[in-house]
């Protein structure tokens, strides 16, 4: 089974703090993801990389960066943690099924952040 | 553009009810569309699938029938189960986009 791993589950930061989040997948998948989460707005997408050092902007980019050093780790960077950033981070990586073409995505278990 | 619509939650039902889901989807080109579930606490898994027009995704007793003349992609269980209390999220993709585009979610509670 393709595996994400989401380094941390829980976080609590204070305000102006820098913080990383951490995501590694196991299965070569091109394609990586940050999407936040929250109630009543669903899924919304930070940032993706669709290569090593390669990264788009999402719906909402404003107040965060990512890195890509290798195919398998992507990186979530908060760089002054403010407390509109509590949220749940969702970390997710895709590859394409068959002659389909068809992309689907596999997500971490999540890293709740609460920024106080 | 890319969207999808499903039902508004939060959806109560009591065990072995028939369960319903609907969503609807706009988009161009030829979308693949999936169904996750988020169980409290985790990470969204894929729950089905379905890559082209008339393709019935199934798992775990869940079913859904990609109908491109009605742009939807309802999710259907004969039977619910206490253990399928969840988030259920409708989403598609396009193909060779690199974007997703997910629903805002529909809460199930199942009760005894």
């Known amino acids: 089974d393709v595996k994400v791993t989401q380094s941390s589950r829980y976080l609590v930061k204070r305000t102006g703090e820098k913080v990383f989040l951490e995501c590694v997948q196991d299965?070569?998948?091109?394609?990586m993801f940050w999407y936040r989460q929250d109630p009543g707005l669903g899924l919304r997408l930070i940032y993706f990389s669709y290569d090593v050092k390669m990264k788009e902007k999402g719906d909402i980019p404003e107040g965060y960066s990512v890195s890509r050093e290798k195919k398998e780790r992507f990186s979530l960077i908060l760089e002054s943690a403010s407390t509109n950033q509590t949220s749940m981070y969702l970390c997710?990586?895709?590859?394409?099924?068959?002659?389909?073409?068809?992309?689907?995505?596999?997500f971490g278990a999540g890293s709740r952040l609460t920024v106080l | 553009g890319n969207s999808v619509t499903q039902m508004e939650g939060p959806v109560t039902l009591s065990e072995e009810a028939f369960l319903t889901i609907n969503c609807t989807y706009t988009a161009t080109g030829y979308p693949s569309l999936f169904w996750y579930v988020q169980y409290p606490g985790e990470g969204l898994q894929l729950l089905l699938k379905a890559t082209k027009a008339d393709d019935k995704g199934s798992n775990k007793g869940f079913e859904a029938t990609y109908r491109k003349e009605t742009t939807s992609f309802h999710l259907e269980k004969g039977s619910v189960q206490v253990s399928d209390s969840a988030v259920y999220f409708c989403?598609?993709?396009?193909?060779?986009?690199?974007?997703?585009?997910f629903g805002t979610g529909t809460s199930l509670t199942v009760i005894p």
């Open positions: 989403a598609l993709s396009v193909y060779t986009g690199n974007q997703f585009y």
């Open positions: 299965m070569d998948h091109e394609n």
């Open positions: 997710a990586s895709s590859f394409i099924l068959g002659q389909t073409g068809a992309n689907v995505l596999t």
